[in-house]
């Protein structure tokens, strides 16, 4: 019998689940959003838009694989998605405590032991998914031992902020390390386009995605007015928590947005292109955090399989005449993307750059780089 | 909405009868098929002769043609009934052969028929090898290096370059027909020499033994959208056949970036190669880098789309068949949840495992290593939220015996090492073996290759089983660890015989039963969750249910309002055991809903209809066992249970069931008891004054002669415990009854033998019939082709009887009204009979449906199972009128054998039962009937020479006038010794050939075939000795290698050769069901 210590889960709404724990013993709270993906716990675990958030995953085998090894700069790891787990904790209805996998360094118990991030397994995490799907995405917290943190509301506080770097950095090239920028950015020797890319809490694969495709990635903090330097095309990055605390940031965009260079966004970088352009933004119920979410091109028979994280969406309705609706969602109708009629300015809602989840819409880093070509 | 024009009439080609590689997985698909072009007001023409599938029913396609899937029958349907569109991806390979064959000739296009969905370009480019690797070299996809060839010798020059182990395998083949590994010259003439019997091309690779075998199901609109509906692993790393192996869904040992890798690999290739509706494309993964290969692409629906569909709960016939007509993905909605698209991946939140059922040892001789070619006979499906719990249902749910992965009796395996390099179908039970053995998990990876998760997973069920066995005493066993025993798949056998230990055997129903109510006092008891395609984002409208220790909350409300009728399915398909207990099963749903109650399957067999959620109210995919059953019952509280038409299984649970005081509807279990406990139906038969072949179950040798000398040689002989090879034999001297009772059986009071008297010459006689407390309310009797000794399963079965007395017809009516009314019989049962002049003998009594059922329901077009459902519910029946069961027709049953997948299988029939499937069709007189049902089963009409041997002077008298009609049609008859001396002496010119025995005499037999002189071969025992069987078995087994027809019943083979040459085969009437 696999010796292991207990662990509750409380939500706030004293509803208590009880589990076991196999990551770090001790306790942590947060907001508790469930994710229906079938793989990418080490994706998932470092997607800073996890920030603040237990996660509860409805797969109910976690750790197969093990976790691959923390290769690469902090600033761009090779296999993860940010320098650290952002997720509170993890949440599973079964552990594996042998891994098996060519690449696994660890297993997934040491990785949360190493972070101090709890995990609990023994959970009915379905029971626990329909109870979030009712009541919508509620707080809660993880005891484990004696120790009660009490409940902690991420979205009460700018975590785009807390997820974003703290200086700019100039991305050269795959593989290369980043440079810190300091003072005035020259012009690609190369001649390449030079993409300025605003950090809410951005995955790695965002600037992988970009640097493959042979340009210069600037990326600043989230509310670094990246107005001071020239660049070729602007990305706004995805990010955890609430779009309205990015104020500084929706007020750049709002200023950039006058030079009618190619503006792109992801997730959070959807939202705050919307707000920008001065629509708003509301709280989903309990958000869509999978791989599975189908959403069509506005306008034609393209659909796609997208993988998604997000607990905020754009109004369609509040999207001035002169946007439009670029993806909807197939389930629930919500907006999975904007653009500009004119302008070359559009945003998607989920997540081309995948990793975790599926590849379909990788492509629209492609439409961004023909845009900057042109 | 996007559909521009839609057909008006639509051809569905079914699979014909079930075989191995190729099952009820498409009756399946093909019942979906039918339901989404009926949605759509299009007129459907089936051809299928499978008339025990529930896609041959009333009311699935507007007409339906119980006739052969060949190019020459189809041909004609289309002539006749002018359809303007085709499917041919719902029918299996045979489906697909056919249409490509119908397509090459022209036949489509000469009658405007338009091949809908997967355009016949791309299902040739995915079935000839050469052309689909360089196909997918096109968009830089790796297949395996094939090179193919037409000859032996450059099949040698071919494995010598790329070095062995090589593979070989035939093109256009189900299910890996003639394939297998090489590892020198010699294995690869032998298997290339097979393998071009079947095929005109044979492909030659490099093996790549020991990677990662992963399969996705991809759908793809005209639109160029797609989605993977699902991902599987297999459990056995690559070198045993999908069929095979042992598959979990979704994979469990990728990482996320292998996943997706993969995916992008499957979405590319299905839009390279431009597959409309569903394909699966098969990899070769490397478990130590991201190097893949990929194996095949399946352009059509297949055995693993219908588990694809099962395990996620998308219907992916019933898309594919939308998609074909012209719809996109995002016209269509998510049947689960109603609301949601089509378009989409399903999430799921639980795990699958697919385990294979074997029944080899049904078979002499045959060869018992599972490899590259498939030999399974059926499968299941166990769903559980931990992989322990699933597998562990998974092995109780294949029905052979075991109870898990532990806790099983002791298998003998001499050499564990060898056995887990060389699988067999015991494979899992070997790793079980080899752990307790003390093999470590990196020992047994390195033997089998099986990833370590698998195995590390497997021993977490191993060490449980451990910990418990250091109890001797419930009380003691920590309460944790009953909870943790369960959440690992534990049933409550396997905790009571780890704790109880040997006392368990003297009452294991009491123990078991302690364990229950034990673990029912700590709340240690399954909840009911509902597979919904989406991990619980959004709510499920269907309930399409399952059974888990690893949670706390049901998903469903129970009312306990007595509203609901649970009927138990049937199980894995096995030899004796398939798609017609899924017609009854499926039948009983319907009726019982239409009668207004709540409608409750349970079933575990993927391939199935009865397991389609929306054939009943609820459906719980889970095991048949006591325990599973009442823990079901006691939530669902249902008006009663119906065990009487998913064939043994729920039978065999009746006098459990009614202890526990559940209402099993019909006729009670104290008489089910009395009709299957031999000794009670014997004596019941006495006082009834009903006669019976003489019997007496015996406990040693001495008694067993002195019966014989009474009764007389042959005895059938059945041990109750067996140790290896077939279950019953038919002994003719005392020496085979000595060496088999040696050999087979362990004779001894704690293992008696029957022993029954054997009647030679007689007819066989099945009496189908519904009753109503002890009274007949429809019946029909069908006789056998064969005589007596062929199990009834493998017989021949024309209904209505043509050749009875109406002496015999009398009396079977009234001795079985006499046993209906002994057994006070409500419901469906079946009797079989032996006669002989006019005498008749009861040889077996089931009071539940019989195979047969959908056969005599459909011919007679009284549906035998709505009767006795209706009886069941307790409604009133009426009698059908008399007129009604006096047809002008014939229908005749044909079994289809699978012998040419078992290799080393001597193909000869006996007592036990050997074959997978079986037609149905129907004719105006027997000839007719005849041949349209032989021609369904693989034989084919021949033209150039017959080889015979005719077994013992009266088989050769049976076949003197087969053989007089073959000679005046013009055909070669060549013969060995005796048979050719008696043809001459007759007056029929036959050329003596030699058998193998003597190698030195000319023409040898053997040679005629691998000349392919000869295009039938008609070889039957002299009797059932051991020597005579082998004397002819290499004939006998050329000819199945060599796929050239086979015979080996006289009566049979008279049948037919009178059948083909009587009739011509354009004087054949392609008429449908509804034309009778």
Redesign the interface.
Known sequence: MQASTEALLILEDGTIFRGRSFGYEGSAAGEVVFNTAMTGYPESLTDPSYEGQILVTTFPQLGNYGVPPADGDDALKDFFEGSRIHCRAIIAQDYAFHHSHWLAERSLAQWLKDEKIPGIYGIDTRALTKHLREHGSMLGKIIIGSEDPGFYDPNAENLIAIASCDKPMVFDAPGAAPVALDGTLEPDSQGRPTVALVDCGIKHNIIRCLLKRGVRVVRVPWDYDFNTFAWDGLFISNGPGNPDFATATVENIRRAMTAGKPICGICMGNQLLAKAAGAKTYKLKYGHRSHNQPVRRLGTTQCFVTSQNHGFAVDNDTLPADWEPLFINMNDGTNEGIRHKSMPFFSAQFHPEASSGPRDTEFLFDEFIALLKK | M?LEKKPQKVLLLGSGALKIGEAGEFDYSGAQALKALRQENITTVLVNPNIATVQTSEGMADKIYFLPVTPYFVERVIEKERPDGVLLAFGGQTALNCGVELWKKGVFEKYGVEVLGTPVQTIMDTEDRELFVERLREIDVKTIKSEAVETAADALIVANRLGYPVIVRAAYALGGLGSGFCDNDDELVALVEKALSFSPQVLVEKSLKGWKEVEYEVVRDR?????TVCNMENFDPLGIHTGESIVVA?S?????DD??YL??LA?KIIRHVGIVGECNVQYAYD???MDYRVIEVNARLSRSSALASKATGYPLAFVAAKLALGY???DLNNSVTQ???A?????????VVKIPRWDLGKFHGVDRHIGSSMKSVGEVMAIG???EEAIQKGLRMIGQGMHGFTENREISIPDVEAALKEPTDKRIFVIAKAFKEGYT?DQIHNLTKI???FL??LRNIID?SA?LETFNDLAQV?D??VR?AKEQGFSDFQIARSIFKDSFADDTDGYILKVRNHRKALGIVP?V?QIDT??????AATNYLYLTY????N?VDYRGDKKSVVVLGSGAYRIGSSVEFDWCSVNALLTARREGWRSVMINYNPETVSTDYDICDRLYFDELTYERVMDILEMECPHGVILSVGGQIPNNLATRLDAAGVNILGTTAASIDRAEDRNKFSAMLDSLGIDQPRWRELTDFADIEEFVEEVGYPVLVRPSYVLSGAAMNVCSNPDELRRFLKLAANVSKKHPVVVSEFVQYAKEIEMDAVADHGEIKAYAISEHIEFAGVHSGDATIQFPPQKLYVETMRRIKKVSAAIAKALDISGPFNIQFLAKNNDIKVIECNLRASRSFPFVSKVLKINFIDLATRVMLGLPVEKPAKSAFDLDYVGIKASQFSFSRLGGADPVLGVDMSSTGEVGCLGDDTDEAVIKALLAVGLRIPHKAVLMSTGSPKQKADMLEAAHLLHKAGLTIYATGGTCQYLNENGIPAIRVYWPSTPDQMPQALDLLHERKVDLVVNMPKNFTGTELSNGRKIRRAAIDLNIPLLTNSRLASAFIRAFTNLPLDKIEIKSWDEY
Not at chain 2, 343 to 351: H, I, K, S, T, W
Not at chain 2, 550 to 553: H, I, K, L, V
């Open positions: 996007t639109f160029d959208n797609c989605i979704p469990q040992t990728l990482s996320n996943y997706h995916r992008s979405i478990p130590a880098s996109g993905l995002f609301c949601t698209s378009f989409f991946e399903p999430a799921l939140d639980y795990v939220r931990t992989f998990v990833d370590r998760w590390y997973k449980t910990e920590p944790m660890l943790i909840v969750k989406l991990a619980a984002e959004y709510p690893n949670g706390t909350e998903d």
